[in-house]
């Protein structure tokens, strides 16, 4: 007896160092991907970066020669004025319409990439009691987002993806895992396509100066909630191309509304494959696990049959003794104390439930 609990116990020691050597390699492993990621773009952007403040110098000595009366500091104040313009939204360029960037519809697919946190930047709050509004508008309407979202995922994630798994499992007699990675990889294209690629064929077509790799970026920035605000639809709009322009910015709100729920969803199908499921317990810390299902079921099972005998009932003649039996028979032959400190742990232990939504909590932290 002595042997088997000193080999379940080294089997746990080593258990919690694989566990813990596993996520330090996982951190190792993320801070080489970040640094991977900063050469990369350093060494693809540095160079673009420096041609490009080359022509921005030169065009500026060739407007300061051919135009002696303007002078270099008043070109300067000149510029720096029209780029914090810019920066708040307003353009300066006069062949340019001036389309109003708080208008209803504006004001909405502001909110709307505010709440998602998405927040491409090209506009933002001018006053201070705007950007007071902003915080307080943020503060209360990011958690209600997240619990809006993680309800509506929840929701469909029992229509698309948990009934046809069960179904066709059902059906076909496949395994199940097999099944939910097909699925999720049919989910995955789906999304692709009808998320990414067609949308991206449309901002071509309304969009003059983008091109379908402009088109199909601005796509993954916004529905990732990356949102870096180089590409808007609309905000390059000549002489006013597009005839229906809070039409338009409307159809766009509601794309990235539907698109990023649907993300979501292929995210948590994602999520709660069995395959991913073994992957991340190798990196999860299990010092205060709680106790199984099948722990569970052996403590209710003991508890309904103490009440059963303290109600008289015969538990019956092939009935199989429970926990407090074994337990009993035990403290006969010696090991009262070992086994009712055995009986109150497992009696007290609190079973907490895992969290429903991973992926949505994940996706905007």
């Known amino acids: 007896m002595v042997r088997g609990i000193s ?14 050597l596993s996520f330090s390699l996982l951190s190792a492993g993320y801070v080489l991907y970040l640094l991977l990621g900063a050469g990369i773009f350093s060494a693809i952007e540095l160079p673009y970066e ?93 958690p209600i987002t997240l619990l809006f979202l993680s309800a509506v995922v929840q ?39 009808f998320l990414l690629f067609i949308p991206a064929g449309v901002f071509v077509a309304v969009e003059q100066d983008w091109s379908f790799l402009e088109a199909l970026y601005f796509c993954f920035i916004s529905l990732s909630t990356i949102g870096l605000g180089d590409y808007v639809p609309g905000e390059n709009d000549p002489e006013g191309a597009h005839a229906h322009g809070q039409l338009y910015r409307l159809a766009i709100t509601v794309y990235l509304l539907l698109g990023l729920v649907c993300v979501l969803v292929v995210l948590e199908t994602c999520c709660e494959l069995p395959q991913l499921r073994g992957i991340k317990q190798r990196f ?29 009932d015969s538990p019956g003649p092939a009935s199989i003794p429970s926990v407090s039996e074994q337990a009993a028979s035990l403290r006969r032959h010696g090991n009262n104390n070992v086994n009712v400190n055995l009986n109150r742990s497992l009696a007290t232990t609190p079973y907490t439930p895992a969290a429903n939504s991973d992926a949505v909590n994940g996706f905007f932290s």
């Not at 510029?79 to 360029?93: D, H, M, P, T, W």
């Not at 698309?160 to 999720?184: I, K």
């Not at 205060?288 to 722990?295: A, I, K, L, Y």
């Open 155 to 193: 929701r469909l994630m029992v229509v698309v993806t948990r009934r046809p798994v069960a179904y066709f499992h059902r059906r076909w007699g496949v395994s199940r895992a097999r099944l939910a990675a097909a699925h999720a990889a049919c989910l995955a294209a789906l999304a692709a396509v």
């Open 284 to 312: 999860y810390w299990d010092g205060g696990r709680d106790p199984d299902s099948e722990t569970t079921n052996i403590i209710d099972s003991d508890h309904l049959t103490q009440e059963a005998v303290a109600a008289g």
């Open 7 to 20: 080999s379940g116990c080294f089997a746990q020691a080593a258990e919690r160092h694989s566990t813990a």
């Open 50 to 142: 420096e041609r490009l403040r080359q022509d921005l110098k030169q065009v500026r000595q060739e407007f300061l020669d051919q135009n002696e009366c303007v002078s270099d500091a008043r070109l300067e104040e000149l510029l720096a004025r029209a780029i914090e313009a810019s920066n708040y939204g307003v353009s300066v360029l006069g062949n340019q319409t001036e389309p109003n960037n708080w208008d209803f519809v504006s004001a909405l697919f502001f909110t709307s990439t505010v709440l998602t946190t998405t927040g491409y930047g090209h506009t933002v709050p001018l006053s201070d009691g705007g950007k007071a509004f902003c915080v307080l508008y943020s503060l209360v309407g990011i």
